[in-house]
């Protein structure tokens, strides 16, 4: 079991064609992924590797081949267009892998997408991936094994770095899911650990947030009061100067907000366990486990 | 990006706000003409990317041309918070009879546009805010509608009790809002929203910060940037596009992900060294950019060493350590170099940088030890 993708995930890919997009469609495949369909606007009817039909828009894509999950790798002018391309045509999990989608745009894009009731994940984000089951992203899949430990993070080579400490150390995954380093996005962390609680093969989760806004602390209070499972927790950015965005746009620490430090008291205060290294994790896992 | 305050004020100016005149000058000479222009009594004001420009001097009163000339010359060979101020905008002194803050951002909680506006204006807000929260009126904006009437009038009303007065104000406010949504902004404020002893509302200060994804669209908003006014090493790296922060540390950082870059920094500090800078080489790993930030931190004379921590997902690691070594050949490096890399086409990354005598780590521990071993006392762990 995982959360959000599994063996029933039907992907098409939005900017297919592209540098990013096919390269990492093959990656996808390869990893056992069900691609079932491709847009890219003006070369519809043509094939993708020979294997994956290729539409003009998300409707004609989702009419043909019933798609349930959309990934996006389209430039970031065009990036919300297709997010709300791809929730108007009904699709169920949108996941945006592009970087530097404007932020007002993605003010437009959370009402929509949110009410047509589909879920969207990123923007700027690596994706998630269940081991064994489907990949829909970037995360490479050798660095992932199968197991009962649920991540979630905000950061991309970061998660990469503890997940590969996690597999190294035996400890495999339901699901890893990198939901993005903007501002705004579409899935929180409060909502990943409320589908990893009800997931009954995850048996603990990682948290890796980091400097910047509220949402660790909010997802700390959602820890202490609805959660049964053990969270370890990492936080990023406890040398960071204050002002300064660091790469994530919302990577920033405005006056006396979204410090490292005031993010891992409110994961003690909940009762998490908190990582000083990233490599600590795998301790702290074996521990509450 | 950060724009400057008389940059800003065009912008505003054009949506309609009411904004006294004003005019910026890079010499004493030209701030004295100015002053003349604009009857002799004048405020001249740094044009710096930094806060409390009042508190550091670099905002005072003109009685006199010549007076204007004297003060310009001051602030034109001052630094604020490290940046030179190389700009200053000469603008006629106004009557104040009330300060009120007006600002509209982006709200990550809400995920939209929100107002502030306070009748404590002229301050720094973080403080209205921390100390007397009800003094602030928060009006989130719904997108699809914009700030609409009864929302500015009712933060009009808020800041004024002459209801001539709260229109006004309101206006301004529904310019404000189009300048930010029109400029692709992450940030727009007047502060202070002035009355003059008239009635007249009007703005004497205006901030803006433009989202930097949005600058594609808007070339003419993005040839506002003034370089001058920027650290050169953050000028080159983004120019090389690369993301860096430059921090008083002696241990120099290449990272590939920004999560990464910070925890990075934290572990260098965690075994007892200080990081001098963030840098981020991005997804892509264009040999070239591993050229650039190579370039970029050893001209740094406070590094001591410099780490490469690469974790290979799309980036490939084999491009990187082809950028080390043509970087390397280019320019001799003064500085010892530790380099952990991992990941994508590693076996070929290890071969080249073996070829050319460096080694590698895999392990991102062991290599920050050595970096900060080597930066603190010359010697390896």
């Known amino acids: 079991m995982s959360i959000y993708i599994d063996t029933n995930t039907t992907l098409l890919v939005q900017g297919i064609t592209g540098r990013d997009g096919s390269f990492h469609t093959r990656q996808m495949m390869e990893y056992g992924t069900q691609v079932v369909a491709g847009v890219t606007p003006g070369k519809g009817g043509q094939t993708f590797d020979e294997a994956v039909p290729i539409f003009n828009t998300v409707y004609d894509a989702v009419q043909a081949t019933g798609a349930n999950t959309s990934v996006i790798y389209v430039p970031p002018m065009y990036a919300a267009d297709a997010m709300m391309e791809a929730a108007d045509a009904g699709v169920q999990l949108i996941v945006c892998i592009t970087e530097g989608v404007p932020v007002l745009d993605m003010t437009r894009v959370y009402p929509y997408v949110r009410e047509r009731g589909a879920r969207l994940v990123g923007p700027n984000c690596p994706g998630l991936i269940s081991p064994g089951a489907s990949k829909v992203g970037i995360i490479p899949g ?6 009962s430990v649920g991540l979630v993070s905000r950061s991309g080579t970061l998660t990469y770095e503890v997940v590969y400490h996690m597999t190294c150390a035996g400890l495999g995954q339901t699901t890893c899911i990198g939901i ?110 | 990006m950060n724009i400057h305050e008389y940059q800003a004020k065009d912008i505003f100016r054009r949506e309609g706000i009411p904004i006294p005149p004003g005019a910026v000058a890079t010499t004493p000479d030209e701030a004295e003409k100015l002053a003349a222009q604009f009857g002799g009594t004048v405020v001249v004001k740094a044009q710096v990317h930094a806060g409390g420009r009042g508190k550091a001097g670099g905002v005072k009163l003109a009685k006199s041309p010549a007076e204007a000339k004297t003060l310009a010359a001051t602030i034109l060979s001052m630094h604020i918070k490290g940046l030179p101020v190389t700009r200053v905008l000469v603008t006629p002194a106004a009557d104040i009879a009330s300060e009120a803050y007006v600002g509209v951002i982006v709200d990550r909680a809400s995920k939209r546009a929100v107002f502030m506006v306070s009748p404590a204006g002229g301050i720094d807000i973080e403080e209205v805010a921390a100390t007397t929260p009800e003094k602030i009126l928060r009006i989130p904006v719904d997108p699809r509608y914009g ?26 406010m529904q310019q404000l809002y189009r300048a930010f949504v029109h400029s692709g902004a992450s940030l727009a404020e007047i502060n202070p929203l002035v009355t003059t002893p008239e ?16 600058l594609p669209r808007h070339p003419e908003l993005a040839a506002l940037r003034d370089e001058s006014a920027e650290a050169p090493s953050e000028v080159r790296a983004r120019n090389a596009h690369l993301t860096f922060i430059k921090l008083d540390g002696n241990v120099g950082c290449v990272v590939n992900g920004a999560g990464l870059a910070m925890a990075t920094m934290d572990l260098v500090k965690y075994y007892g060294g200080e990081p001098a800078n963030f840098l981020d080489i991005g997804g892509s790993s264009n040999p070239e950019k591993v050229v650039n930030a190579l370039d970029i931190i050893a001209s740094d004379p406070n590094v001591k060493a410099i780490l490469f921590n690469i974790f290979g997902g799309i980036t490939r690691t084999d491009d990187v350590a082809n950028g080390i070594v043509t970087a390397t050949e280019r320019a001799p490096l003064h500085v010892p170099l530790v380099i952990r890399l991992t990941g994508t086409n590693e076996e070929q990354a290890l071969k080249i940088l073996s070829a050319h005598g460096f080694t590698a780590m895999t392990d991102m521990d062991e290599a920050v030890k050595q970096a900060v071993s080597l930066a603190t006392t010359g010697a390896a762990a």
């Open chain 1, 180 to 289: 993005g380093g903007d501002p705004i996005n579409g899935t929180s962390f409060i909502d990943c650990l409320e589908a990893f609680e009800a997931d009954p093969d995850t048996q603990a989760v990682v948290m890796i947030g980091e400097i910047g806004g509220t949402d660790e602390q909010e997802a700390a209070c959602f820890v202490k009061e609805r959660m049964s499972k053990p969270v370890v927790g990492f936080i990023a950015g406890r040398t960071a100067p204050p002002g300064r965005r660091m790469g994530h746009a919302g990577a920033i620490i405005s006056g006396a907000s979204g410090t490292a430090a005031e993010k891992v008291q409110a994961f003690r205060d909940a009762g998490m366990r908190v990582a000083e290294r990233p490599i600590d994790v795998v301790g702290l896992l074996k521990t509450a486990t």
């Open chain 2, 199 to 214: 009635g007249a509302v009007l703005a004497l200060d205006a901030k803006m910060v433009l989202d930097d994804n949005e």
């Open chain 1, 142 to 147: 050798r660095i992932c094994t199968e197991g």
């Open chain 2, 147 to 172: 700030l609409l009437n009864f929302q500015a009038l009712r933060m009009g009303l808020f800041l004024y009790a002459d209801v001539k007065q709260a229109r006004a104000a309101a206006k301004i």
